[in-house]
Structure formats: structure tokens, C-alpha cells
């Protein structure tokens, strides 16, 4: 049967268009729609084989709006022949970039040899693929341009292990474009968001302190230097540490477990750690704590407030704190988070007196941040 199928699977113009195009431009569309009908999921064995002929034939054609039509159609597509997909790699940027970003059939291996001997753009593309093995980001990190090691640093698909991240430093670590992008990361190891902390833009500093967990001491450290560059919040850090009680305990050792840092932490929804502050202080394990804060009834929070030898006042503040959790559901969002930090502050302000004004004034600016931080582009920019 070979093209024969194929070809009553499309109308006689499709090929026409394809073989004889007045045009590169209408050769391309008639490309492209071939490109689509070959891909349906069903064909048979047979069928395929024909299909994978009309792509072959698509794939050596000597017009680059044809060949890219081809590439950009089926840059996703599993029925994409092997052979074609090489091809297509190693032809000019324009047509090689969809299928490297793309193409689920190329083995980490080639995409490793691809970015040995590849430029820039090819690199990059692999880089920005959705996801990327630690194979293929070791070889980036290794052979890759400035660029393509950027793109790859700010893809949280791209699986950075240690010597992945030791040898972006080494060869990177003067360049702030490199650098910068690793802020980009959801998640850093605490050993190299410290490196970064001297490399980065201002601008990104920014972004790392607020996103970022950091090394308890050096969170302290930077909370308390008089710098031009960004200083560490604290209340932040009490969100996104990794390792709780380490970082109450670095707190406690450098005196900035405080008061008012733990009623800002308890404002900001930060609940667990308040609750490795209450263990700290009151010298109980953190499973004792958190029993007493939430689920020893009326006296348990009492008591374990009263161990802690925080200041008297400031137990209905906290207690109205831990009150408002118990009854509001949170949304895991952005807007969730703020909404809730919201209500929570409204309900709890109404329940006590007695917090110093500098630390109302913090909660409600974080809560003016937040309303900032929620509203659409388009909104933020209008006003």
C-alpha cells in the first residue's frame, strides 16, 4: 500500500501545494497541514511507515520555511522519526531550536553530545526543555555558552545536583547574568544560595533574601548589617527555613529570638515557627509544644506561653493568632496566603491591645505588600 494510503488520507492539492508551491510560503502551510494529518495517534503499523516517507521527504527539502514548518509542527510529537529528529538538530537554528526545546525523542545522550558540539542556541535550547536530566545539565554546566547555562540555571525543570551547581559557580561566579538566574529557582541548597549572596545583582539580592532560605548565621548576619544592599527580613526567613529548629536555635544562640519577632512571625501565618520558639524558649521538645498550642485546650497555650518568659501582654495577641488558624481554611496560593494573613490580622486585632506600635505598623505594611503582591499585572501597572 506504502504512500497510497497516505496520500487518500490527504487531498491532491495538499501534495500538489507541497511538491509544486507557487511559493515557500504556501509550501510551508501545505507542510504543516501534512505534518498534522501524519501524526494522528491511530495509523496502522503500515500507515506509519508511509508517514514517516512524507516526513523524510519534508525533512530534505531545500526551503528553510518548509523544513521549519516541519519542525514546528511536530516538535512535540512522539511519532517523530528518530532519524528526522537528528536531522533536524543538526540544521540551522531556526529549525533545529523547536525540536531540541521539545522533542521527546532524543536520549540524554545525544542531547549530550548535541550540546559538546553545538553553539549557543542549540545549547540553550536544550536547557529550557521541560525537563532536564542531571546528565544532560552536567554537560551544559560543562561545555555551555554564558547564555546557555543561564537559561538552563533558571529552569526549576533542570535537575542541578551539587557538582552541577559547583561547577556553574566555578566557571561562572564573575558573571551576574549566570548568577542572577539561579534566583529564579524555587528551591537552592543552603551552601550555594551563600555563594550567591556576594555575586548577584542588587536587584536579585532582593529576590533571593525574600525567596529564599539562607543559612541560619548568615541570615542573622544580614539581618543585622547597615548595608546599602538588601538586608535580610527575618519574619521571611521564619517562613522558608528548611531546617526549623536549627534556625530558631541559631536565633536563640545570636539573641534575636524575640518578642516581637516571634508576635510578627505568628501575624504573617508563620505558625510553625512559633512553635519551635515556644519549644526553644520553654525548653520542651517541639512535639510537646505543639500539643500544648493546639491541642491541650484552653490552659495548654497558657501554659506553654508562661515557660517561654515572653511578656504577659503580648499572650492575647498570639493566642488570638493561634485562635484565627484554627477556624480559617487556607488556600495553597499566592492569593490564598495573603488572604488569610489578612483575616488573620483583622480578626486578631480586634481581640487584644497592648502590641508595640512599631510591630503593628510591620504587619499591616507586609499586609499592604501583600494586597500589592496579589493584584494583576495590568492592575499593578495602572496604578
Request: hydrophobic fraction near 45%.
Given at each position: 500500500m506504502s504512500l497510497v494510503t497516505m496520500r487518500a488520507k490527504?487531498?491532491?492539492d495538499d501534495i500538489r501545494r507541497l511538491v509544486k508551491g507557487e511559493s515557500p510560503e504556501e509550501r510551508a502551510m501545505a507542510a504543516r497541514k501534512i505534518c498534522q494529518r501524519v501524526d494522528a495517534p491511530d495509523l496502522t503499523e503500515e500507515e506509519r511507515v508511509a508517514?514517516?516517507?512524507i516526513i523524510e521527504m519534508i525533512a530534505e527539502d531545500a526551503v528553510v520555511l518548509v523544513r521549519r514548518a516541519l519542525a514546528v509542527t511536530l516538535r512535540t510529537s512522539p511519532n517523530l522519526p528518530k532519524s528526522v529528529a537528528m536531522?533536524?538538530?543538526a540544521d540551522i537554528d531556526s529549525i533545529a531550536v523547536p525540536v531540541l526545546a521539545g522533542s521527546p525523542v532524543f536520549t540524554d545522550a545525544e542531547?549530550?553530545?548535541i550540546v559538546k558540539s553545538q553553539g549557543e542556541a542549540k545549547q540553550s535550547a536544550i536547557g529550557a526543555r521541560q525537563s532536564v536530566s542531571a546528565e544532560v545539565v552536567g554537560a551544559i554546566v560543562e561545555f555551555g555558552t554564558e547564555r546557555a547555562v543561564s537559561i538552563t540555571a533558571a529552569n526549576d525543570g533542570a535537575q542541578f545536583g551539587e557538582a552541577a551547581y559547583e561547577k556553574a559557580f566555578t566557571r561562572f561566579c564573575e558573571s551576574k547574568m549566570v548568577m542572577d538566574s539561579f534566583v529564579s529557582r524555587s528551591a537552592l541548597p543552603l551552601a550555594f544560595t551563600e555563594k550567591l549572596i556576594s555575586r548577584v545583582s542588587?536587584?536579585?539580592?532582593?529576590?533571593l533574601v525574600k525567596r529564599h532560605a539562607l543559612p541560619p548565621q548568615l541570615a542573622v548576619e544580614l539581618a543585622e548589617a547597615t548595608r546599602e544592599r538588601a538586608t535580610v527580613d527575618l519574619v521571611d526567613q521564619a517562613g522558608i527555613a528548611p531546617d526549623m529548629r536549627h534556625f530558631v536555635q541559631q536565633l536563640q544562640m545570636n539573641g534575636r529570638l524575640t518578642p516581637s519577632l516571634i508576635l510578627r512571625a505568628a501575624f504573617r501565618g508563620h505558625i510553625s515557627f512559633v512553635e519551635h520558639a515556644f519549644?526553644?524558649?520553654g525548653s520542651v521538645p517541639h512535639a510537646k509544644a505543639w500539643l500544648l498550642?493546639?491541642?491541650a485546650g484552653p490552659l495548654g497555650m497558657k501554659a506553654i506561653f508562661d515557660r517561654t518568659g515572653l511578656p504577659a501582654r503580648l499572650f492575647p495577641a498570639i493566642r488570638a493568632a493561634i485562635d484565627t488558624l484554627h477556624t480559617i481554611e487556607m488556600e495553597d496560593s499566592p492569593e490564598g496566603r495573603a488572604r488569610f494573613r489578612k483575616i488573620l490580622a483583622e480578626r486578631a486585632f480586634t481581640r487584644f491591645q497592648?502590641?508595640?506600635d512599631e510591630d503593628v505598623e510591620y504587619i499591616l505594611s507586609r499586609l499592604d505588600e501583600d494586597e500589592i503582591g496579589v493584584q494583576p499585572a495590568a492592575a499593578r501597572l495602572a496604578g
Open positions: 490527504l487531498t491532491q508517514a514517516n516517507s536531522k533536524l538538530a542531547l549530550v553530545e542588587d536587584e536579585a539580592l532582593e529576590r519549644a526553644e524558649l498550642i493546639h491541642d497592648g502590641v508595640p
